[in-house]
Every structure is written in C-alpha cells, then in structure tokens.
C-alpha cells in the first residue's frame, strides 16, 4: 500500500540494548524526518535527510544514529538506549523542495520503552 | 532561530461553540506556518497552511487562520465545535531555505463537551 509506515509500532527494551525503528514511504519524496514526541515538548525533530546519503541532525540528536542508503527508507537507531529515549517516534516525509512549504506525511507512530 | 508558542495545553468548548487555539510565533525571516491535527494513536495530518499568499487560510474540517504580521499571531478557528474536532492540535513554523524542516509547538488538546 502507498503511503509511510513505521515498525515496529510498539517495543519494549532494556537499557544498554539496541534498537532500530524502521521507516518506509512509497512515495519517492526527497525529505525524510525523525521526529519524538513527548509530554510537555511536543514534537522534537531528531535527524532529517534531504535525500539519499545526506542527512543531518535536528534539535535532538544524541543518543541516536541515522542512515538512509535508499530513498524509501530511513531507520532511525538507538545504540544504546537510555530510560530518557522512552517516547513515541514519528517518522514523516515531504515532497518539498527546500523552501520550507512542504506538507509534512506522518507515520503513525512507533512507541518505544526503554526499562 | 524560528519557534511557535502555543497559549493554552488543554482548552475544552461546547460542541456547537466557537472553537479558538491561539499559536504566536518568533522568526527572523518571513515565516511559513502550518497546523496540524493529531488523533488519538495516529500520526499528525494537515489541517492548513499560510505560505505568504492570502493572510486568511482556509483549511479542512472548516478550520481557518489568520496570519497576522503585527501580533506575530496564527490562531486557528472554527465558528461551530463537532464532537470529531476533539484532538491535539499542532502550530508549526518553517522558514525559506529551512529544508523543510518544522518546528512544532507543544500543542493544544481540545476536548469538545457535548
């Protein structure tokens, strides 16, 4: 199905372990985001990708680790997750062309715990 | 450095009432400002856009805003609450050479009471 999807949508984790959470759209857009959300900050923007191989980090990065090798996906990383990265994850992709106008197409969300 | 404040986290209106949530923003350059609307476990969707053509913005749903450059305002309104607006709704801010990044405020949720 077209469109952008996330996976997992839930996962629960230790600290110190690992995790990837993937990010997938079908529509060939250039702009790919990672962004948290969390009680209190609303949306925080942790790395986006203005296109295959350049990414770049957001207001929050540290602690994660970003690649996007193809268009249509861009997993995001926790190397070593911290109890502070519990949050829900939104991936969102634009078709936009740098100049700030683009729509912004959410996943749905993939909701992490870090215990 | 551009940032969007959102007066109010909750704000509850009769259904059939006027529905108002008030986002002020801060930008060095013309900005571009966007709301969008968040259901429950779902991701956030486009409600409108300003992008410097026509300051009063017509969206979905019958939501609309209004840029207005002198308060650095963008409040977003409905004339007439549904039990379907209840939601969080998300002011945002992008600027010109921004790649399209957004910066989001900490949202309004909008309970509608029947």
């Known amino acids: 199905d077209a469109g952008i999807t996330q996976s997992p949508r839930y996962k629960i984790t230790e600290t110190g372990r690992q995790v990837t959470l993937m990010c997938h759209q079908t529509w060939s857009h250039s702009y790919m985001f990672w962004y948290r959300q969390d009680l209190g900050h609303g949306l925080r923007l942790i790395y986006y990708?203005?296109?295959?191989?350049?990414?770049d980090k957001g207001e929050v990065p540290d602690g994660y680790v970003v690649s996007r090798s193809k268009t249509e996906n861009f997993p995001l990383t926790l190397e070593s997750a911290t109890r502070s990265q519990t949050s829900v994850y939104f991936c969102?992709?634009?078709?936009?062309?740098?100049?700030?106008?683009?729509?912004?197409?959410f996943g749905e969300g993939s909701r992490l715990t870090v215990l | 450095a551009q940032s969007v404040t959102q007066l109010g986290s909750h704000v509850s209106v009769s259904e059939g009432a006027l529905v108002l949530l008030r986002c002020n923003y801060s930008?060095?350059?013309?900005?571009?400002l966007f709301w969008y609307v968040q259901y429950p476990n779902q991701g956030l969707q486009l409600l409108l856009k300003y992008t410097s053509a026509a300051t009063l913005v017509k969206g979905i749903n019958g939501f609309e805003a209004e840029f207005k450059k002198s308060e650095t305002s963008f409040h977003l309104t409905k004339p007439s609450a549904h039990m379907s607006d209840a939601a969080e709704y998300f002011c945002?801010?992008?600027?010109?050479?921004?790649?399209?990044?957004?910066?989001f405020g900490t949202g309004t949720r909008l309970t509608i009471i029947p």
């Open positions: 969102a992709s634009s078709a936009g062309t740098g100049g700030g106008t683009g729509e912004l197409f």
């Open positions: 930008s060095s350059v013309p900005p571009y």
């Open positions: 990708s203005a296109a295959a191989d350049i990414t």
């Open positions: 945002a801010v992008s600027g010109y050479f921004g790649n399209e990044k957004l910066t």
